[in-house]
């Protein structure tokens, strides 16, 4: 896995150090596939968690964050739970629950574990999706479990865990977006930071001959422009960074292996805008190339 990336020896060798040799949970490893603008976000990324380091990967929607988050899975062959976080999330989501379960014909109490639990339990990383758009007061449930305790107090059970070795946590945030709030220092401390920017140039169009059906080299190269274009026109403030999403261009390649790529554009890109202006803004570019 190693091998696609040009990573320096030192590096290498923290991986074979901290890779996981045991097969349980095997299902839980991640694919790999991120393509980094840089091999030093890989590096960053992976020095941090082999400290036992949290990382916060940051970036606009759609720039790669939860592939990186599965790469990191595959590089470490480290199992990932994960936590999609919303305004419902509440401490039974990330923590577990209790349930009534039989020991014979005993009726009895049982606790189911969550996400967090399972993590620190087996001693896998724990990836919180979107760690932004949760509500202020659910995540300091989980802040003994980021800092140097790696320790919560299960609030259902009353027994003290401590999370396992190997156990390592990433977070991913956009900022900015309808629904987030912003996180308190105290949570935003606990984490190393690492900036996602879009994947460009000759790594989108690895990307996308790579991960879409579209292998005509002229095409790829014509949507690799409009993927510029578009990040260019959301840095400008001319569009939302939703429309510059990779992975919409991603799917617009798909379809426009079998679909003219006009109407590939708008079924993958424009139709997910709900401003009329932004639609018409990206379909006119769209014309200009194809």
Excluded at 57 to 79: D, R, W, Y
Aim: charged share 25%; aromatic share 6%.
């Amino acid at each position: 896995m190693t091998a696609q990336y040009d990573l320096p020896q030192q590096i290498s060798e923290l991986l074979d150090e901290k890779k996981r040799t045991t097969d349980n949970l095997s299902e839980l490893i991640r694919p790999g596939g991120y393509m980094p603008p840089n091999e030093d976000l890989l590096i960053d990324a992976i020095s941090a968690l082999s400290m036992g380091k949290n990382i916060l990967l940051k970036g606009p929607t759609g720039a790669g964050k939860t592939k990186f988050a599965e790469t990191l899975s595959s590089l470490f062959h480290q199992p990932m739970y994960s936590v999609n976080c919303s305004v419902d999330l509440d401490a039974e989501s990330l923590i577990g629950f209790k349930t009534l379960a039989y020991e014979g014909e005993k009726q009895v109490i049982d606790f189911v574990p969550g996400p967090v639990m399972n993590a620190m339990g087996n001693g896998t990383f724990l990836y919180i999706d979107e760690i932004n758009m949760a509500k202020p007061e659910t995540l300091p449930l989980i802040n003994g479990v980021l800092d140097y305790r790696r320790t919560i107090t299960n609030p259902f059970t009353n027994e003290i865990v401590t999370a396992q070795d190997g156990f390592g946590v990433i977070a991913a945030i956009n900022e900015g977006y309808v629904g987030t709030v912003p996180l308190n220092e105290a949570l935003k401390n606990r984490f190393v930071v690492i900036d996602v920017p879009y994947i460009e140039g000759e790594q989108l169009k690895s990307l996308i001959k790579n991960n879409t059906r579209l292998q005509d080299e002229r095409m790829v190269d014509l949507f690799v422009s409009l993927s510029a274009d578009l990040v260019q026109a959301a840095f400008q403030g001319k569009i939302s960074e939703d429309a510059a999403s990779i992975r919409a261009i991603l799917d617009a390649c798909d379809l426009s292996s079998i679909i003219p790529p006009h109407r590939a554009v708008q079924r993958a890109i424009a139709a997910k805008l709900d401003e009329e202006r932004e639609q018409e803004f990206i379909m006119s570019l769209a014309e200009t190339l194809f």
